[in-house]
């Protein structure tokens, strides 16, 4: 036997995730149920939530959205059949036909037709159900839709759900790197310090000078990392929307980067204005210019081609290398924070992943595919 008390208490947590009983209704889910009136072509349609004592009306269309007691709810009779239930009539129907939304005490329902809310986790919070004052009947295609429509109810609960915890997730990991940062910094810039001391005092031939050397070297690399994960944690904040001209800005990236593009080939072919924060664009093409030239083939300078094309809704930018190539089923693992696909080439693994972060928060899309004479092309797409 089912524990009615645990079930109910499942349902009220389930629902309080959502937050939508105490906000004003939200305009999806006002669209929403107005849709599911017009597909079963009836003049009022509404979402209940059930919680252990009430049937609270979070949407509705024709009428004022109520709060009933839980035991006068048409509803939470049938809260858990699976199917959807059509009742032409609830005035003769012996489960409704005293129901005093069916009496005239609360309303003079006469077509009922419902079907069940069930979240992911399974747990049935409530209903969409439509009705009518006067007996009609449903056909299976729209009984079939009034299912849909019932499951993108929770598709919105949960997007907007989902939503919310990444903005929270993202504001807890940017105060977690910055405090990080800081914390680490400070015996970071320590050890460097007594490194260098190490170092001065040592001869150029002292056996220990390479130890101390190599020693610095991890600690570079321990801050380049440190920079990389703040860099990222940071990503999502409020971004500027300004124009940005990518060829001024690959200018500016190319001085930036003089030493590592020095033996290289850099074409670059007409590159657009777009609209977007100007230092998370910029990040964006120096990291993948960067990456573009450190993977070369064997005995081969480096060569990076970049160019832009129009696209229907914004522009495409490609940034190519001449290097070995990333096989196809490594493509979307290099995006993953700390990824890395070559461990002799240089890096956190931390700036692909950035780059996602920093287009995906402009609204566009970034990926990897075959260079046209051999290696990557690095791209990304950003709206107007």
């Known amino acids: 036997m089912i524990d009615t008390d645990a079930r109910d208490a499942t349902r009220v947590a389930e629902i309080g995730k959502y937050r939508v009983l105490t906000e004003p209704p939200r305009p999806d889910l006002l ?18 939530l059930i919680t252990d004592t009430e049937q609270v009306q979070v949407a509705t269309h024709g ?14 009779v049938v809260l858990h059949d699976g199917a ?25 329902v006469r077509f009922y037709a419902t079907h069940q809310l069930r979240t992911p986790e399974g747990v049935v919070i409530g209903t969409l159900c439509v009705f009518d004052t006067v007996p009609r009947e449903l056909t299976d295609e729209q009984a079939h839709a009034l299912v849909g429509l019932a499951d993108r109810v929770v598709d919105l609960l949960e997007l907007e759900l989902r939503t919310r915890e990444l903005k929270r997730s993202n504001e807890q990991l940017a105060a977690f790197a910055g405090q990080v940062s800081h914390d680490l910094r400070n015996p970071l810039t320590a050890v460097t ?19 101390v ?7 570079e690399r321990m801050q380049s990392l440190i920079d990389d994960l703040l860099a990222y944690a940071r990503v999502g904040a409020e971004l500027q929307r300004v124009p940005v001209d990518l060829a001024a ?31 998370q664009l910029r990040a964006v093409v120096q990291n993948l210019v ?12 480096p060569y990076v081609e970049i160019d832009g094309t129009r696209i229907d809704d914004g522009w495409r930018i490609e940034v190519c290398d001449r290097g070995p190539g990333i096989p196809e089923d490594q493509r979307d693992r290099v995006f993953e924070p700390l990824a890395r696909i070559d461990e002799e080439v240089e890096g956190s693994g931390i700036g692909l992943s950035t780059c996602r972060r920093i287009i ?3 609204g566009g899309r970034i990926g990897l595919a075959d260079a046209p004479y051999g290696g990557t092309c690095a791209w990304f797409e950003v709206p107007d």
Request: glycine share 6%; charged share 20%; net charge negative.
């Open 31 to 48: 669209a929403l149920v107005e849709v599911a009136a017009q597909v079963a072509q009836v003049p009022m349609a509404t979402i209940n």
């Open 63 to 76: 009428f004022d959205a109520s709060v009933c007691l839980r035991e006068d709810s048409m509803c939470n």
């Open 84 to 108: 959807p239930v059509v009742v032409p009539d609830a005035s003769v129907d012996e489960r409704f036909r005293d129901n005093p939304f069916v009496t005239g005490v609360l309303g003079d």
């Open 193 to 211: 310090m007594s490194l260098d001391l190490i170092g001065d005092g040592l001869g150029p031939h002292d056996a220990r000078s390479p130890l």
């Open 213 to 219: 050397q190599r020693a610095l070297s991890g600690t």
């Open 249 to 279: 800005v690959l200018s500016d990236v190319r001085d930036d980067l003089a030493a590592p593009l020095a033996d290289a080939t850099v074409v670059a072919g007409e590159l657009p204005t777009v609209t977007g924060d100007p230092v």
């Open 290 to 301: 960067a990456n573009a030239a450190k993977f070369t083939r064997p005995g081969e300078p």
């Open 360 to 362: 995906e928060a402009h």
